[in-house]
């Protein structure tokens, strides 16, 4: 028993010292689709890189939205899986959010994560016809350490495309909400209460933005064409409505197009809402005008940048 414990002793001596004491190798950065390893840019994603809007491209200026898809790379999301989009600089205040499909309708789920657990900003977006009117969305990120996940609550027969925008310009998504407020004196929407505003066919797109004193934000907003009929609705809650706005560029092609907003919390959670035409199109020309009937004056080509 001694002989064979010496030769015991003597192998484990005889083992180079650097097995019992490596370094730990460095970490590789290994990609998921929940987190990926970033690149110089600050924007990570396990599928893809985002378009970032940096300070020498018109970040600032908001484009058409079909002109958005022509510069945008989308990822195919399928039925039923979830893709994130993660970015950790605090330069990025406000993102924006595409969604589409090839015409068929389209679900979704689009939520906010700050940290483990903290989902500040979601809603749940349905279209009848993702092609013809897609989905735009600016969510604020203010701080570090966001991503924006996009779950397709479709069938695995129904994909769609989606992009990420991040917009690092100085101004952010106040460089919008703050044009919009100053166009006309926000509604007020008590808790449980409806508004509705028809356009006229002209109004090709309208924008909306929704907001509060502070307080956890619950609304819903359809499009509708028609007598209980229904082309889009999107479902939002926010955990801070002023410092989480919700803005959305809504399509609104044909005629009898109406955009109904419920708010859907208590009394005691009113809303301030900013409903107006982004885009009005008169005849073929490149002019776009504004109605007399929505109380405005003229603009050219974008509703509200121009103010």
Same mark, same amino acid.
């Given at each position: 028993?001694?002989?064979? /414990?010496?030769?015991?002793?003597?192998?484990?001596?005889?083992?180079?010292?650097?097995?019992?004491?490596?370094?730990?190798?460095?970490?590789?950065?290994?990609?998921?689709?929940?987190?990926?390893?970033?690149?110089?840019?600050?924007?990570?994603? %396990?599928?893809?890189?985002?378009?970032?809007?940096?300070? /020498?491209? +018109?970040?600032? *200026?908001?484009?058409?939205? #079909?002109?958005?898809?022509?510069?945008?790379?989308?990822?195919?999301?399928?039925?039923?899986?979830?893709?994130?989009?993660?970015?950790?600089?605090?330069?990025?205040?406000?993102?924006?959010?595409?969604? #589409?499909?090839?015409?068929?309708?389209?679900?979704?789920?689009?939520?906010?994560?700050? %940290?483990?657990? =903290?989902?500040?900003?979601?809603?749940?977006?349905?279209?009848?016809? %993702?092609?013809?009117?897609?989905?735009?969305?600016?969510?604020?990120?203010?701080?570090?350490?966001?991503?924006?996940?996009?779950?397709?609550?479709?069938?695995?027969?129904?994909?769609?495309?989606? %992009?990420? *925008?991040?917009?690092?310009?100085?101004?952010?998504? &106040?460089?919008? !909400?703050?044009?919009? /407020?100053?166009?006309?004196?926000?509604?007020?929407?008590?808790?449980?209460?409806?508004? !509705?505003? +028809?356009?006229?066919?002209?109004?090709?797109?309208?924008?909306?933005?929704? #907001? !509060?004193?502070?307080?956890?934000?619950?609304?819903?907003?359809?499009?509708?064409?028609?007598? =209980?009929?229904? #082309?889009?609705?999107? &479902?939002?809650?926010?955990?801070?409505?002023? &410092?989480?706005?919700?803005?959305?560029?809504?399509?609104?092609?044909?005629?009898?197009?109406?955009?109904?907003?419920?708010?859907?919390?208590?009394?005691?959670?009113?809303?301030?809402?900013?409903?107006?035409?982004?885009?009005?199109?008169?005849?073929?020309?490149?002019?776009?005008?504004? /109605?007399?009937?929505?109380?405005?004056?003229?603009?050219?080509?974008?509703?509200?940048?121009?103010?």
């Amino acid at each position: 028993m001694k002989f064979v /414990s010496l030769t015991v002793l003597a192998a484990i001596f005889a083992a180079p010292s650097a097995t019992a004491f490596m370094a730990p190798k460095t970490s590789q950065g290994s990609n998921s689709v929940l987190f990926s390893s970033m690149d110089g840019s600050g924007l990570a994603t %396990g599928v893809g890189t985002p378009k970032v809007n940096t300070p /020498s491209s +018109p970040g600032g *200026e908001m484009a058409l939205t #079909k002109d958005v898809w022509d510069t945008l790379s989308p990822i195919k999301v399928q039925g039923g899986s979830l893709r994130t989009w993660s970015f950790t600089t605090p330069a990025i205040d406000s993102v924006q959010v595409h969604l #589409k499909t090839e015409g068929r309708p389209l679900n979704a789920n689009v939520e906010l994560w700050q %940290g483990p657990d =903290n989902t500040p900003q979601k809603m749940a977006v349905y279209l009848e016809d %993702g092609n013809l009117r897609p989905f735009r969305a600016v969510i604020a990120s203010p701080g570090s350490q966001n991503s924006i996940a996009i779950r397709n609550t479709a069938q695995m027969e129904y994909p769609l495309h989606a %992009g990420v *925008e991040a917009d690092i310009k100085d101004g952010g998504i &106040e460089n919008f !909400t703050d044009k919009l /407020s100053k166009m006309a004196t926000p509604r007020i929407i008590q808790g449980g209460a409806v508004f !509705t505003m +028809p356009f006229s066919p002209s109004v090709a797109s309208v924008q909306v933005l929704l #907001k !509060t004193d502070g307080r956890p934000l619950n609304a819903r907003i359809e499009l509708l064409q028609g007598p =209980n009929n229904v #082309k889009q609705v999107m &479902e939002v809650y926010t955990e801070d409505g002023t &410092e989480r706005p919700f803005f959305a560029i809504i399509e609104t092609p044909g005629t009898g197009n109406v955009v109904r907003i419920v708010n859907t919390a208590t009394v005691e959670f009113p809303l301030s809402c900013n409903l107006e035409p982004f885009l009005v199109e008169e005849g073929s020309d490149d002019m776009f005008v504004i /109605s007399e009937e929505q109380g405005t004056e003229s603009a050219s080509r974008f509703f509200f940048l121009d103010r």
